[in-house]
Nanobody, 124 residues
Framework: VQLQASGGGVVQTGDSLTLSCAATGHNADKIAMGWFRQAPGKEREFVAAIGWNDGRTYYADSVKGRFTISRVKAENTVSLQMNVLKPEDTASYYC??????????????????WGQGTQVTVSS
């Protein structure tokens, strides 16, 4: 599975932005897809994930109520709608795909495929 993320940019506090991630390759190898982010000098952290088959969603507390993850199975894409953006949301955002059901959705290690980062900068 190859992942291509897009949609990052520079916005102001309170603005909205949508990230997209297109998956190509062997479609059967996905159990879930997720978004992680990493700010300079910080560890990569979980943002959101979605079960590929059941559509169940998972969110970090810091984005719950502001971000929405969704997927379009027919298009093999996952999106992250980000509303009410804050300066602390500034980071490189990475999409990831998980092959196997074992392992938590909330940690980076169980994910098998990663896209390149797309930068989101929120100015105050």
């Amino acid at each position: 599975v190859q992942l291509q993320a897009s949609g990052g940019g520079v916005v102001q506090t309170g603005d909205s932005l949508t990230l997209s991630c297109a998956a190509t390759g062997h479609n059967a190898d996905k159990i879930a897809m997720g978004w992680f982010r990493q700010a300079p000098g910080k560890e990569r952290e979980f943002v959101a994930a979605i079960g590929w088959n059941d559509g169940r969603t998972y969110y970090a507390d810091s984005v719950k109520g502001r971000f929405t993850i969704s997927r379009v199975k027919a298009e093999n894409t996952v999106s992250l709608q980000m509303n009410v953006l804050k300066p602390e949301d500034t980071a490189s955002y990475y999409c990831a795909a998980k092959k196997f059901p074992s392992g938590s959705y909330y940690y980076a290690n169980p994910y098998d495929y990663w896209g390149q980062g797309t930068q989101v900068t929120v100015s105050s």
